[in-house]
């Protein structure tokens, strides 16, 4: 069985594991991009995306609002339309998902990190699971990308909690 791991959101990632936790492949969302615009999630990429792994376990992150000091309105808006995307494409084309609180699968794989914040706890638990990864969008990137660090260990989550 494959494991998706789904970070929502325009700057989320996507990455498949193998039944060993073996990392498969690192995506990031499909969007449609232009210079005179905010990017636009690409839809139909979605679903080739969606259709290209499966069939496999989808592990969606969770929407849910944040206060306004955190950013609240617009940020919320566009993180439920992200897990709305996500849940309408999966059901659509009969793949079988679950959504993931964002505190539940942090307690689990972020437990024993002792880091600033979660971005930092979770880019520390990544390099110790697979350190020879790269997790950077672009070999021209200079630093992990957080959509990618965070899709794998929501991925990891889903492949250990089903683990027999």
């Known amino acids: 069985m494959i494991f998706v791991g789904v970070d929502l959101g325009k700057d989320g990632g996507v990455v498949s594991l193998d039944p060993d936790g073996r990392i498969l492949d690192k995506a990031k969302i499909p969007l449609i991009t232009s210079t005179k615009a905010k990017s636009e999630y690409d839809i139909p990429g979605l679903c080739e995306l969606v259709k290209s792994l499966s069939p496999a376990v989808f592990i969606v992150e969770k929407a ?93 989550w889903g492949r250990r909690s089903r683990k027999v």
């Open 64 to 156: 849910q609002p944040m206060p306004m000091k955190m950013g609240g309105t617009q940020a919320n808006f566009q993180r439920g339309l992200s897990f709305g995307l996500w849940q309408g494409i999966l059901a659509a084309l009969g793949a079988s998902y679950e959504a993931v609180a964002p505190q539940r699968w942090q307690k689990v794989m972020l437990a024993g990190i002792n880091a600033a914040d979660t971005k930092q706890a979770a880019l520390i638990a990544v390099k110790r699971l697979w350190p020879k990864e790269d997790w950077r969008k672009s070999e021209r990137a200079k630093k992990a990308d957080e959509g990618l660090v965070d899709a794998a260990l929501i991925g990891e």
